[in-house]
């Protein structure tokens, strides 16, 4: 069954901008991962948020967690033509030994 | 860091053909590995995955089976190809239970036709 959901789907906005994905997931979770890709290429993973953390930032990335909304989003400040990609959260469960994907959501930066 | 090689980068392959695809990790000792699926525009599928030799978990019924002969060799198999067995194939490897970031190859596309 599918744990994470992203929101919006799909969101495109003028580059200098700031992007907000949002990922909402069901059942209890030890961490959640942030992951890109690119068109056509594999994921890479961006940041691993832990269930007793609330926030983590990575250079231009900014990802909060609410357990208690089991919601999570990811924030990319002063966006750039290159961010374009799909973005992808996952959920690890406790002790789990894989990851749940959601549908991911389709950025798109206009130059 | 860990690198993980997938070949072929594109396949395209008759209805009821045989499928081998094979999937292999440097830079990392005994980490699971993953098979997953993603159909156009979508999000990934969990087909498989390995936490040692010889060791396969299976998540969904289906036309493929998987491998792992060795440490760092994951291999995607199936003896007769359906159409709906078409996607972009990826393999992905996790080193150990250190680490909970998974690292992804470069995905094999198949057409089957």
């Known amino acids: 069954s599918q744990q994470g959901e992203e929101d919006p789907q799909a969101l495109s906005i003028q580059e200098g901008e700031n992007a907000t994905m949002n990922c909402s997931y069901k059942t209890s979770i030890n961490n959640l991962q942030w992951y890109r890709q690119n068109s056509g290429r594999g994921l890479v993973h961006l940041i691993l948020i832990r269930s007793n953390e609330r926030e983590k930032h990575s250079g231009r990335l900014r990802v909060t967690l609410d357990t208690s909304k089991k919601s999570s989003s990811l924030l990319i400040t002063a966006s750039r033509a290159a961010d374009t990609a799909s973005y992808f959260c996952?959920?690890?469960?406790?002790?789990?030994?894989?990851?749940?994907f959601g549908q991911g959501t389709r950025l798109t930066i206009n130059p | 860091s860990q690198t993980i090689h997938q070949w072929p980068a594109t396949l395209v392959q008759p209805v009821g053909s045989p499928l081998s695809l094979e999937c292999t990790v440097e830079?990392?000792?005994?980490?699971?590995l993953y098979w997953y699926r993603q159909a156009a525009g979508r999000g990934l599928q969990l087909l498989f995955y390995s936490v040692g030799i010889g060791q396969i978990s299976s998540e969904v019924p289906q036309n493929l089976s998987a491998s792992r002969p060795q440490d760092r060799q994951f291999i995607l198999s199936s003896k007769k190809l359906l159409l709906s067995d078409s996607g972009f194939y990826l393999c992905?490897?996790?080193?150990?239970?250190?680490?909970?970031?998974?690292?992804f190859g470069p995905g094999t596309r198949l057409t089957v036709l």
């Open positions: 830079g990392t000792s005994n980490p699971n």
């Open positions: 996952a959920t690890g469960g406790q002790g789990a030994q894989k990851l749940v």
């Open positions: 992905a490897g996790r080193p150990g239970t250190s680490s909970n970031e998974q690292f």
